[in-house]
């Protein structure tokens, strides 16, 4: 929270432990920090509520998500692509 608050940063990536996404994405969303964290955003489905409403309260904007652009299977698909066609 004091990092958070010291430099206030755009955007904040969260890569801990599930365990610690809530408490860290809500000292950013209070503060109007858009957060990224990684899967799964939180533990609960109350907690993912709690966050989206204390963050639609400042403004800020949630996006969980899963890297996974280099594992073999996006890499097999990248090379399909042509094949496939447009990706919708």
């Not at 990536?13 to 939180?42: D, M, Q, R, W, Y």
């Not at 998500?65 to 919708?88: D, L, S, T, V, Y």
Request: aromatic content about 6%.
């Amino acid at each position: 929270a004091q990092l958070i608050e010291r430099e206030r940063p755009e955007v904040l990536h969260v890569c801990t432990p599930t365990a610690s996404h809530l408490e860290i994405a809500e000292a950013a969303v209070a503060v109007g920090i858009n957060v990224f964290v990684e899967k799964p955003l939180v533990e609960t489905a109350a907690e993912t509520i709690r966050l989206y409403d204390a963050a639609r309260r400042k403004g800020a904007r949630i996006c969980p998500a899963h890297q996974f652009a280099f594992q073999p299977g996006a890499e097999k698909a990248k090379k399909w692509m042509p094949g496939i066609g447009r990706a919708i």
